[in-house]
């Protein structure tokens, strides 16, 4: 935080405040229930904050407004920073393969069984919409 105060980095210095104040708020509601914050809690945080941000950067682009867009895409850049390095499509397809296999699931129906074995091999290092649609496209009936 202080590199970007010193950097006059104002986009970065936003997206960092925003962060640091949701780790809190996330402390305070687990404090509440007589937990600690850990590290997987961060990451789900920040996960949760890049989601966000993706999400936006489509109603922004959709709706016109570049600026509000590029904004965001900025946010998101620094938030990608602090999450570990994202698996390619191919190494979550292979993960996806493997898990199938495990499980033996042959249909979309054991799509929950496959999800959850593969949520916890990848543990933040892959986007869930993309490796949601990764295992669908796996167990869907071949023609």
């Known amino acids: 935080m202080k590199v970007a105060m010193k950097a006059k980095d104002t986009d970065k210095l936003a997206a960092i405040r925003f962060l640091s104040a949701a780790i809190k708020q996330r402390e305070i ?33 959709s709706g016109g407004r570049t600026d509000l867009a590029d904004k965001e895409e900025q946010e998101l850049k620094v938030l990608l920073g602090y999450l570990p390095a994202q698996l390619s499509k191919e190494e979550v397809e292979k993960v996806v393969t493997d898990v199938i296999n495990e499980v033996g699931a042959t249909s979309v129906k054991q799509m929950g069984a496959v999800m959850k074995g593969v949520t916890a091999k990848v543990a933040g290092r892959a986007d869930n919409k993309m490796v949601s649609e990764l295992v669908k496209a796996a167990l869907q009936p071949q023609k």
């Open 29 to 61: 509601k687990l404090r509440e229930g007589g937990k600690e914050v850990n590290d997987a809690e961060v990451l789900g945080v920040i996960q949760k904050m890049a989601k966000q941000r993706r999400d936006s950067i489509e109603q922004y682009k």
